[in-house]
């Protein structure tokens, strides 16, 4: 019988038989930067060369015409083990944040398991995940979409890797966000008759000041930003018909911000109302926080580890997070993390003073450490996944985490804000075990 060890190393050489097939996806991806909803090229590209090794591709999903799901399986039953490719670039900075590392890790995971689910019970599933970046007005966040289309449901697991600079990581948090519009309708007249109209400038400014003194009463690491994108026309005689705000929002927890989100909603229909004017809320966007699994970040931990890659202690990881002043970054994988057991690992391509979303981390991404990137965390990812098809005691500790952290309305996971709540002493055992093994 093939051991769960022997198992990794197939993997691992099968990610070596397709790195050039890798490593050209990832250069071409590279090389073609499109923003999100527009990643034909990407998506094309990637569901055709899946198919091509006997993959099952349905395209277009969830109304996203650059998303696609491909799935293959041999044997009914087994874990439903998904991968999740991002490909969008950035304005101006084509693939600053390495979105095509993602694609072509996913990618070559997703083929590397192949051989191991041809053997056994299982389903491995690559999915196109586009507009992570959402730097359309449309945007919406990619795998929201998905998940809000039910098209996570029902998997074990949902797995990926995102480049970064320093040591790579095995896991990181990202925060709850809401982007949204205020905009006050009012009635015009002319600047001599004002009681005659209803001031939309007026009652904006009246409800960001009336904000900015509630935010008193909020822990001080939220963050309330925004820009007044119509402030009323260019004509200063004439009483603004209109006035419109662009709000972001980011707290530690989903829980929290919503909260919040609702007492800002009632701050500004109370001043439409003592103003006599109307107001809209549009919802641009929104991300839960991420929720860790534990279980999984101890196998990337090892697996990234068993690979002689440079990984961060997990504990470090939370340390990091309780020394934040405010909210940091925020991804849609946090949405997924609340359906199904996930994790969002770190794969380094540079030193820790490369910073993402600049030209310095588009050359990398692209770089020979950049391809290098996507090989290792194409190994990492398959790695992890035969733990997922391969160990039960590992898949069932996996599940009966999630479930729990579900069961408490994800308010209570060991290693998340507001309190970080410290790790369980298991999790601290193994990996003892693990730096005890490693040397």
């Known amino acids: 019988m093939v051991t769960n060890h022997e198992m990794k190393k197939q ?23 499109e923003l999100g909803l527009m990643e034909f090229k990407a998506c094309e590209l990637l569901s055709s060369e899946i198919e ?15 998303a696609f799901r491909a799935s293959f399986e041999r044997k009914k039953g087994g874990p439903k083990i998904a991968f999740l490719a991002e490909y969008d670039a950035l304005p101006g900075l084509g693939h600053a944040c390495g979105h095509n590392i993602i694609a072509a890790a996913a990618f070559g995971a997703a083929l590397a398991l192949k051989k191991v689910v041809s053997d056994r019970a299982g389903t491995i599933i690559l999915y196109g995940t586009p507009d992570e970046e959402a730097v359309d007005v449309r945007s919406r966040g990619g795998k929201v979409v998905i998940a809000k289309a039910g098209l996570f449901d029902g998997l074990d697991a949902a797995l990926m890797v995102h480049p970064t600079s320093g040591a790579s990581k095995a896991w990181g948090y990202s925060f709850p966000l809401k982007d949204f519009t205020v905009r006050f309708l009012g009635k015009p007249a002319h600047y001599t008759t004002p009681h005659k109209g209803i ?20 822990l001080p690491n939220v963050m309330f930003a925004y820009t007044i994108t119509d402030g009323g026309g260019p004509s200063a005689i004439t009483v603004p018909e209109s006035a419109e705000a662009h709000i972001t929002m980011k707290a530690f927890y989903s829980k929290y911000l919503e909260d919040l989100y609702d007492t800002v909603k009632t701050c500004a229909q109370n001043v439409a109302a003592v103003m006599g004017a109307k107001v809209e809320i549009t919802v641009l966007g929104e991300y839960r926080n991420m929720i860790p699994n534990l279980q999984l970040v101890l196998g990337m931990y090892e697996n990234m580890r068993a690979l002689g890659m440079e990984v961060e202690d997990p504990r470090d990881s939370q340390k990091d997070l309780e020394r934040l002043l405010y909210p940091g970054v925020s991804t849609d994988f946090g949405d997924v993390s609340w359906v199904v057991p996930g994790i969002h690992s ?6 820790s003073n ?3 979303h600049t030209p310095e981390f588009a050359q990398a991404a692209g770089s020979e450490q950049g391809h290098e990137a996507a090989i290792l965390s194409a190994k990492a990812l398959a790695m992890t996944a035969v733990d997922i098809l391969t160990n039960s005691t590992f898949s069932n500790h996996m599940q009966e985490e999630f479930q729990k952290y579900r069961a408490e309305g994800f308010m209570n996971v060991p290693g ?24």
């Not at 770190?346 to 030193?351: A, N, R």
């Not at 998340?416 to 040397?439: A, D, G, M, T, Y």
Request: hydrophobic content about 35%.
């Open 11 to 33: 993997v691992q050489q099968e990610v070596d038989s397709h790195r050039d097939k890798i490593i050209s996806l990832n250069h071409t991806i590279h090389a073609n930067p």
């Open 52 to 66: 091509s090794f006997g993959f099952r591709v349905e395209k277009p999903i969830a109304g996203l015409e650059t």
């Open 199 to 218: 001031n939309a400038l007026e009652s904006l400014l009246m409800f960001l000041n009336s904000v900015n003194t509630l935010k008193r009463g909020w």
């Open 346 to 351: 770190y794969c380094s391509i540079g030193e």
């Open 354 to 356: 490369l910073v993402g």
């Open 416 to 439: 998340l804000p507001p309190h970080c709540r410290p790790f369980p002493p298991k999790f601290k055992n193994r990996l003892k075990q693990i730096h005890q093994s490693s040397h």
